[in-house]
């Protein structure tokens, strides 16, 4: 039983998204109780799953199967996951979308293959969710469709996050060639080199998917679709899954003499940099598109230093946190008309009650004690600072500047506004004024999260927490980490305060993403285009002009074929047609002068002797008996003369 509940996880969502894409405009009445029924009822089964922890296995292809199972650590991710999707659904149907069939049915779609993603146990598996996903969050980026702009943002998201997915590809088949098979656990007994291949295939592939350096610019074009697609992909969704599949093969980077520093150094260094161009953004939405990229640093920072159990949890807080920010961004965004700091001045004094919930979203980001994401920091931190004092110094250089922005944002929110805040508005879309009853219970549920959810650090339930992992031996925070983290939040939050009236700094290659998209251009985009533009010169001038020269040859030699075939072999077969003509006549003459005169001789003589035969025959009986008397007398003449 425990089993269908793990498949109905998957399948319910997936064909009931499936279902709603297919039925098209015919559907639109009923997606909204469709998507909310299908999401309340995964989510009931994803929290039923983790107490009956089912694992099943659907042959595929010959040792390397479909592996689904419900361990610690998707015991942990998987409900947080479910509850979120539900959550962002009830939002968006109280908020209202255009083409809801479409809408909820592609985030249904999605939401079954994170589900895959988070129970997957074997490659296929994992191959199978992550490429669904890829293609559903290239759909929902780009879900306003007539917009060039939004189409355009959503295909480089897919494109870039696609460029790391080859990874999982290359990973398989090194798995594969390294004798380790296809499952994930499996994976570290790989020889080597394949196990190192495996690695980088799998980082490459998960640092993709998390916007981490260098594929973070993606993240800030998918600000271009809706608030609450940000609001599922990019807290608990498709970039945590970056984060997660590397804190699932944290034995494999131990395993590697290079992978886990590379990892935790990627992460910490993302965690820093994408922190800085969150503080210089001025749009809403960019500020927590490049804070997710920051703070998904910190997980993948816990996944290279085998912090398991601080990721998973930071993971799970930071899921709520972040879809909390991007719903209440969205809430403003539709009430509003701007998402632009500036003009969203004074938003949380027009809705106390949003704004209360967004500062508790901010001041969770911010690390500020006792909100969910100060002590889960300081546990991964520990196990940082005990791997590596300089990693540790830009890991909490980083969580300082999370202080920052979530600050900078949250002290202009609460600002009064003035004339050229009015000004700002509705320069996006047109602004309703309204947010309404139905989409503040969603925000107050992440708000919870976002308050509560720093529970999982307390010392009991952490411990339990790395048991539940196979986490043992690593280092907690003590009472003088935890304490100097909270004050270094609240000084930097001070700091912002007194900065905000002179203005933050805004380097320009922080305003622009450290410039990654043009270095991709650079780097990728223009060497591409002129290898194509060379090839395409190598064609026309070698294997064109090679082939046209081919083809004047082949003209030729068929010219000089035919000749030879009209001259000769035509010639001869016409003299052979006539020979073959002549001796036919001759034939036909000398078989009507000869056999056929011969034969017509003949029976003109035997027409004579049949003529002579009857003249005997008159009838008359003397003549009869003259004639035997004549033959008697005949055959005696010969008896004589014989004997």
Known sequence: MSGLALVLVVLLPAASGISLCLAGPRARAAAIPVSLTTATVTAALAVAVTFTRPALEIPFIAGAPIGLAVDGL?????????????????????????????FHGLMLIFAAAVAV????????????????????????????????????????????????????????????????????????????PWRDV?????????????????????????????????????????????????????????????????VAWIGALTALLL?????????????????????????????????????AGYLVAHASTKALLFLVAGAWLAALGTKQLS?????????????????????????????????????????????????????????????????????????????????????????????????????????????????????????????????????TPGAVELAGSAVLALAMLALVAVALRRGLPRPPWAVNWLGLERAVHLVVVLPTLALSEALARFDDRILDRGLHRSARAAVASARRLARFDDTALDAAVDATAHAGTRAGSRAARADIRGIDGAVEGLARQLRRLGTLARRPQTGQIHQYYAQIAIALAVVFVLILLVR
Do not use: C, N
Not at 92 to 99: D, H, L, N, V
Not at 237 to 259: F, I, K, Q
């Open 117 to 192: 993603t988070v129970t997957a146990t074997t490659l296929p598996a994992l191959l199978f969710a992550w490429e669904i996903m890829g293609a559903m969050s290239w759909a929902l980026i780009g879900f306003h469709w007539r917009d060039d702009r939004r189409v355009q943002a959503g295909l480089v998201a897919f494109t870039m996050t696609r460029a790391g997915d080859l990874g999982l590809y290359l990973a398989a088949g090194a798995a594969l060639m390294g004798g380790a098979g296809l499952a994930l656990a499996d994976l570290p007994a790989a020889s080597s």
């Open 198 to 262: 495996i690695a980088a295939g799998i980082i490459a592939a998960a640092l993709g998917k998390a916007a981490q350096l260098p594929f973070s610019s993606w993240l800030s074009r998918a600000m271009e679709g809706p608030s609450t697609v940000s609001a599922l992909l990019h807290s608990a969704a498709m970039v945590a899954m970056g984060g997660y599949l590397l804190l699932r093969v944290a034995p494999l980077l131990e395993a590697t003499v290079w992978a886990g520093m590379t």
């Open 275 to 311: 922190g800085t161009v969150a503080v210089a953004q001025r749009d809403l939405k960019q500020l927590l598109a490049a804070s997710t990229a920051a703070q998904l640093g910190f997980v993948v920072l816990a996944a290279g230093v085998g912090s398991i159990a601080g990721g």
């Open 74 to 102: 998707s015991a942990l991710v998987l409900p947080a996951v479910a509850i979120v999707t539900l959550l962002v659904l009830i939002f968006a149907a109280a908020e209202g979308t255009e083409s809801p069939e479409r």
């Open 343 to 475: 003009a969203l001045r004074g938003a949380a004094r027009r809705w106390p009650l949003v704004g209360v919930l967004f500062t508790v979203g901010a001041l969770s980001l911010a690390g500020i004690a006792p909100l969910s994401l100060w002590a889960l920091k300081d546990e991964l931190l520990a196990v940082a600072l005990e791997t590596s004092p300089v990693l540790y110094i830009v890991g909490l250089s980083a969580a300082a500047l999370s202080a920052v922005y979530s600050g900078k944002a949250l002290l202009i929110v609460w600002g009064r506004a003035d004339d050229a805040t009015e000004a700002g508005l509705d320069d996006e879309q047109p602004g309703t004024r309204h947010i309404g009853r139905w989409e503040r219970l969603p925000l107050a549920v992440l708000a919870a999260g976002a308050a509560l959810l720093g529970l999982l650090a307390l010392p009991q339930v952490s411990e339990r927490l790395k048991a539940m992992v196979g986490e043992s031996g690593t280092a």
